[in-house]
């Protein structure tokens, strides 16, 4: 059983930093491709940043340059470096582990932690 569980999220000033992690458990996180995504009230789910299992980057327009993800397979973590945070940030933020190009049920989510950006 694939479980995904975030942590880092909370409440922090603009321009401060925060840094988001996501381990993986019941799964070969090596092969999942990875990724985070966020939701913010009234809005739609929305990519942040994604990695593949090669390491592979890729980012949403409002996060380059301020956002780096990265993971670490001997951990089975997925992290989110969150620099230079500002308002339009705050949303809850959900860890996504994919391997749908194997199986359309192999599409995994956390439970996601809020991030809140306020002065």
């Known amino acids: 059983q694939v479980q995904l569980v975030e942590s880092g999220g909370g409440l922090v000033q603009p321009g401060g930093s925060l840094r988001l992690s996501c381990v993986g458990s019941?799964?070969?996180?090596?092969?999942?491709?990875m990724a985070w995504y966020r939701q913010a009230p009234g809005k739609q789910r929305e990519l942040v940043a994604g990695?593949?299992?090669?390491?592979?980057?890729n980012y949403a327009d409002s996060a380059k340059g301020r956002f780096t993800i990265s993971r670490d397979t001997a951990k089975k973590t997925l992290y989110l470096q969150m620099n230079s945070l500002k308002p339009e940030d705050t949303a809850v933020y959900y860890c996504?582990?994919?391997?749908?190009?194997?199986?359309?049920?192999?599409?995994?989510w956390g439970q996601g932690t809020q991030v809140t950006v306020s002065s």
């Open positions: 990695i593949t299992g090669g390491g592979n980057e």
């Open positions: 019941g799964m070969i996180f090596a092969i999942y491709d």
């Open positions: 996504n582990a994919d391997l749908t190009r194997l199986d359309p049920a192999y599409d995994y």
